[in-house]
């Protein structure tokens, strides 16, 4: 399959769309920057963050960012920046007086929504393209999917119509995905060596994925030592055997137009997808009888667990090509890991 174009030919003569980011001091906010400024549709107008407020915004050695630097701007002077579009990263249950200003002052203006507040509102748009890109048109509140959800959603959707009970998921995360505020999740020292489970049950992930795809989902995060990367082990019980090969065509004709979603043989190894835009599939072990498949999902929590969909998102709700500004999203050979 040829990859899509990443810059639309009508994006050079066309006024580049302002983006604002609020929260942007965690590790998903650096990537959002970086995102946003090397897009050929985008231009980045401010980006909120109260702890470093005053400082210049960097992206990365080849992106010029001018003189733009850090504001601390409440609610309301988000709202009067009057961007097209503001991606909120705050931390849950932050965000509401962020979408009532914008919703006062200027409601076209598109939001997406990096945390869990609007997961459960169908009031917004929930965008996990690849699942639910049909239902974008228009969309103007966007809620983000969380990374965990995005490896499970994706691991699980192609077998959904044919469970004979709750998917069992163990998930691995780097420590990024504890954010940046200090806590035994992002110690590195106490990570050393170390395998850390937490959340075991109600996990909000668990309760996302299974609201979202309609069946009960049992899920158990951890986190390791690595700094970035998400390894989601999924057991699935069907309600009928099948074969290896059959599960695996499952698969890639679910997949096989998805840029941003490799179906691969062997189980996939987390330190490949470090740094990739997309999500890795493989595994597709077959215990003896036929009825249970372990599948592995690996991606990158800081991209397509967050900012890289978030610009598929954006990308999405201005009508601009879905991968535009997404840097890279070839289909890796399926010798991985």
């Known amino acids: 399959m ?24 965690g590790h998903t906010g650096t ?28 992206a990365h050695p ?20 009057g961007a097209d579009v503001v991606i909120l990263a705050l931390p849950n249950d932050r965000c509401a007086p962020f979408v009532a200003a914008i919703d006062a002052v200027r409601p076209q203006t598109v939001i997406v929504d990096l ?14 393209p690849e699942l639910t890109r049909a239902g974008h048109g228009g969309a ?11 490896a499970m959603q994706l691991a699980i959707a192609p077998l ?12 691995v995360s780097g420590y990024s995905g504890a954010g940046t505020a200090p806590s035994d999740r992002n110690d590195v020292e106490k990570l050393r060596d170390n395998l850390m489970p937490y959340a075991l049950t109600n996990h909000v992930h668990e309760r996302e994925v299974s609201a979202r795809l309609g069946v009960p989902v049992e899920f158990m995060p951890h986190v390791a030592p690595h700094f970035r990367g998400i390894t989601m082990t999924v ?4 309600d009928a055997a099948m074969t290896r090969d059959a599960i695996l065509a499952r698969y890639r004709d679910c ?16 330190s490949a997808i470090a740094g990739q835009h997309g999500v890795r599939i493989g595994g597709f072990a077959v215990a003896p009888g036929g009825r249970r498949v372990v599948v592995v999902a690996v991606l990158d929590n800081l991209l397509k667990g967050a900012a890289t969909q978030a610009i598929q998102n954006v990308n999405l709700a201005l009508g601009l090509p879905e991968l535009s500004g997404i840097p890279q999203f070839a289909h890796a050979p399926e010798t991985i890991p």
């Open 62 to 81: 080849d992106a010029d960012t001018g003189d733009l630097r850090f504001e601390t701007l409440d609610a309301a002077a988000v709202a009067a920046k």
């Open 140 to 150: 103007t509140r966007i809620s983000n999917p969380g990374c965990y959800a995005t």
């Open 2 to 25: 040829e990859p899509a174009t990443t810059t639309p030919s009508d994006t050079t003569i066309m006024r580049r769309a302002s983006v604002g980011i609020v929260g942007a001091r």
């Open 160 to 171: 959904l119509d044919r469970l004979a009970g709750p998917p069992q998921c163990f998930g």
């Open 115 to 128: 945390s869990a507040d609007h997961r459960f509102d169908p009031g917004w748009t929930y965008g996990l």
């Open 255 to 270: 997949y096989g137009g998805e840029s941003l979603v490799d179906v691969v043989e062997d189980a996939p190894w987390v």
């Open 31 to 58: 990537e959002l920057i970086r995102l946003v400024v090397g897009h050929p549709a985008l231009q980045l107008a401010f980006v909120s963050s109260r702890e470093l407020g005053g400082q210049r915004v960097t």
């Open 235 to 238: 057991n699935l019980w069907l």
